[in-house]
């Protein structure tokens, strides 16, 4: 069973750096794909970015130009560089990985952060 352990969150304020790292408990490069997820209070989950096998990134609109999904593939690692972090950015961050599409994958615990002046 793959277990998934996200670091780095805190209490930030707007315009300021975050680095998470999710660390996996075995080798990411058997993984089809990984990703980050954002969960704001009061709702959904959703998708941040994710990184697929073949090094294939993607980020939805909101985060172009400020986030970048990074991996260390020798020390089993994914990041999420979090630069110039805004207030909508505050929540549960949340890193997930897939062996196949046909299947959720693996879900971290969450890390929090919380912008605020």
């Known amino acids: 069973q793959v277990q998934l352990v996200e670091t780095g969150g805190g209490l930030v304020r707007p315009g300021e750096s975050l680095r998470l790292s999710c660390a996996a408990s075995?080798?990411?490069?058997?993984?089809?794909?990984m990703g980050w997820y954002h969960q704001a209070p009061g709702k959904e989950r959703e998708l941040v970015g994710s990184i697929d096998s073949r090094d294939t990134r993607n980020r939805v609109d909101s985060v172009k130009g400020r986030f970048t999904i990074l991996r260390d593939v020798g020390a089993n690692k994914l990041f999420l560089q979090m630069n110039n972090i805004q207030p909508e950015d505050t929540g549960v961050y949340y890193c997930n990985a897939k062996l196949d599409y046909s299947r959720p994958g693996a879900w971290g615990q969450g890390t929090q952060v919380t912008v605020s002046a």
């Open positions: 075995r080798r990411i490069s058997s993984f089809i794909s």
